[in-house]
């Protein structure tokens, strides 16, 4: 019975993934990638499910046999008359003949020995990828930093390792390990390694549910725009209040937007009217009057009562990417109505707001004495887990213990968390206020000295370093184009190098890394103006372009060019760095430009000034088509779900914004 139950799986997974892939490919474009305790791989650069894991055991790695001669373009048959797997490239002429369980396989006929015999486990046939790979004329290289197993054409090993002057040692960072309640981790180890495979599939539902909208940050909008008059129109706004001082939406303020599946909404506290709505997109949004508001993105009506924190919130808020009813939201500012009042981060039920948890910033074991949380948080979905900077210094990261029950209606988590804690020789004034991106296992943040890390979030050790000049509150983004080439841009503001030298200028430089080397590809600066009250330089995240941009990487800076108060948005070749278009504003911009694009590949970019205004751009040539005036400061970050974009400004208002 096991037998002839192992032959309909195989036949299944084969089905399953020639019918993902389809046929065709060229033989010299293939470039495989599969990680360790995944259960996805890759085909140049798309992503493909599996319903089983590779593994490792006695330093060899293994990989389902069926998955990967189907990824290889070769065909792969089942003869249960002779408990027999054959796998045929037709284009090579090449038939390979595995058993179960045996040291050996037969290539064209001729016997191979292996080191080790194939494995069954969960009715599936597993073998060290060489064998497989080589017998098919691929080349098999081990990545042990990210546990990748890569096969490619190249006769030669492409890796670089990591540069000698972004060794942790070249920054003195030490780093340690603790648990939540504040006990020293020897060796730290977690119960399941995370993996973040790419960026499209960092959430399972509709929308933009974190800050830049996924791991590697690289887009604040979802969907595709239908623009055709190449104008900006208001829709809606919804009038909102203050904190003291603290008036409207602040830095980096960015909505998040979910089209709820029907189940879960009809679960949660929106009133019946929105409940009712089958196409319902729900705006939240965090702000500095001490709410967070739930918003039709359709009308700007509220979809049910704001959550009334008390406090002000200048970071962006999160919502769980499982379309799970969680809402993470970082607190920005310690004091209302000139009282002292706890600083942290919280985690509530949006079935009925209650607050599942308090996140201490003020912790007496980090490293800095302050406890806001601009950064946004990223949910690994797979794993179950939290990953979170502070300004204290301390990265948190572990598993939520989420037990969510659609039919019961409930929701609860049991957060098991740990927190690294470092110095180094560069980082005077220690905290993170932009949000960590992941590439697989790898993290990445800069700090407010300036110190740029690459963290294995497996093991909580840096493996990497760079100086990056300045305080760097500007989220970074990722490009990946498989391994061997990740791309890291980021970009510094002027701070501390004013406090330093006394000059009333600094420069913001501009950057791009390998993201696995730590080598520094190209480097632009900027000179940028200072004052006490609005740092120049970058504050806002690049965008990293696709389709008809695929080729610029577009940053904003602050405070530069020939205006004390004005700005640049600079689209730069991502390979050369050269400027290929650039915009002079005599309005400088803390809001980060969004890429929006149609259908067909045309690039569109929205940028927002502290004038009020936000434009309508033209991505290929930075022509600009449109803008629109919203009647006070705009520090915050639009996020955009099909024709629509939502701001918040300075002035107490939300908007929403159509792309017409």
């Not at 495989?32 to 995944?38: A, L, R, W």
């Not at 009647?631 to 915050?636: A, V, W, Y």
């Amino acid at each position: 019975m096991k037998a002839t139950r192992y032959i309909v799986l195989l036949s299944l997974c084969v089905t399953m993934v020639l019918a993902y892939m389809g046929t065709g490919y060229s033989v010299n474009e293939r470039r495989v990638e599969f990680v360790i305790g995944s259960k996805s791989f890759l085909v140049d650069g798309k992503e493909f499910a599996m319903d089983v894991a590779s593994f490792a055991e006695n330093d060899r790695t293994y990989v389902p046999v069926s998955f990967l001669a189907s990824a290889l373009n070769a065909e792969v048959k089942w003869k249960a008359d002779i408990q027999t797997a054959e796998i045929t490239d037709k284009q090579k002429q090449i038939l390979i003949k595995l058993q179960p369980d045996k040291k050996y396989m037969f290539v064209n006929g001729n016997r191979v020995d292996m080191d080790v015999a194939s494995v069954v486990r969960n009715d599936r046939m597993f073998l060290p990828a060489k064998y497989v790979a080589q017998s098919l004329n691929y080349s098999v290289f081990w990545r042990p930093l990210t546990k990748t197993i890569l096969i490619n054409n190249d006769t030669q090993d492409s890796k670089a390792d990591i540069v000698k002057e972004a060794y942790p040692s070249k920054f003195n960072i030490k780093a340690d390990v603790l648990t939540y309640d504040n006990k020293l981790v020897n060796k730290f180890s977690r119960q399941e390694d995370i993996f973040m495979w790419g960026s499209k599939n960092y959430s399972d539902v509709e929308g933009v549910t974190t800050f830049r909208g996924n791991n590697y940050r690289d887009s604040s909008s979802y969907g595709y725009a239908d623009i055709k008059e190449k104008k900006l129109e208001k829709l809606w706004y919804k009038s909102i209040g203050h904190i003291d001082g603290w008036t409207g939406v602040g830095w980096n303020g960015q909505p998040s937007i979910i089209r709820w599946e029907d189940e879960v909404k009809q679960i949660m506290n929106i009133s019946p009217e929105k409940k009712s709505k089958p196409d319902l997109k729900e705006v939240i949004y965090s702000t500095l009057d001490g709410n967070i508001y739930f918003l039709d993105l359709d009308d700007g009506k509220e979809t049910r009562r704001p959550l009334s924190v008390g406090v002000p919130h200048k970071g962006s808020v999160a919502v769980d990417p499982r379309g799970y009813p969680l809402l993470y939201a970082g607190q920005g500012i310690d004091e209302v109505n000139g009282k002292k009042v706890n600083i942290g981060y919280r985690i509530f039920s949006l079935i009925d707001y209650k607050q599942f948890m308090f996140i201490n910033g003020i912790d007496y074991y980090a490293k800095r004495y302050w406890g806001a949380f601009d950064s946004v948080p990223l949910i690994d979905k797979n794993t179950d887990s939290l990953i979170l900077f502070g300004e204290n210094g301390l990265l948190y990261s572990g598993k939520l213990g989420t037990k969510f029950d659609v039919n019961k209606k409930t929701i609860s988590i049991k957060p098991e968390l740990f927190k690294y804690r470092y110095t180094s020789n560069i980082s005077h004034k220690l905290g993170t206020e932009n949000s960590p991106l992941v590439y697989k296992n790898l993290l990445y943040a800069a700090d407010n000295s300036g110190l740029i890390q690459c963290i294995d979030l497996n093991t909580l050790k840096p493996v990497w370093g760079a100086n990056g000049t300045d305080d760097t509150d500007s989220t970074m983004v990722l490009e990946s184009f498989g391994e061997d080439k990740v791309d890291l841009y980021t970009a510094c503001e002027v701070d501390h190098q004013i406090r330093t030298y006394g000059y009333k200028q600094g420069y913001s430089y501009v950057r791009k890394f390998n993201a696995l080397t730590g080598k520094l590809l190209w480097e632009k600066s900027f000179p940028c103006y200072y004052d006490s009250e609005v740092n120049g330089g970058a504050l806002a995240s690049p965008v990293v372009g696709k389709h008809d941009i695929k080729d610029l990487v577009i940053f904003s800076i602050a405070k530069t060019g020939k205006y004390n108060y004005g700005g640049k948005l600079i689209a730069f070749n991502k390979e050369t760095g050269s400027v290929v278009w650039q915009i002079e504003s005599p309005y400088y911009s803390w809001s980060s430009p969004v890429d929006v694009y149609t259908k067909d590949g045309k690039s569109y970019i929205l940028y927002c000034d502290y004038l009020g205004y936000m434009y309508l751009i033209e991505g290929k040539t930075g022509k600009v088509l449109d803008k629109i005036e919203l009647g006070s400061t705009i520090e915050g970050t639009p996020a955009v779900f099909g024709n629509i974009a939502v701001i918040g400004t300075r002035g107490q208002r939300i908007y929403g914004i159509e792309l017409k």
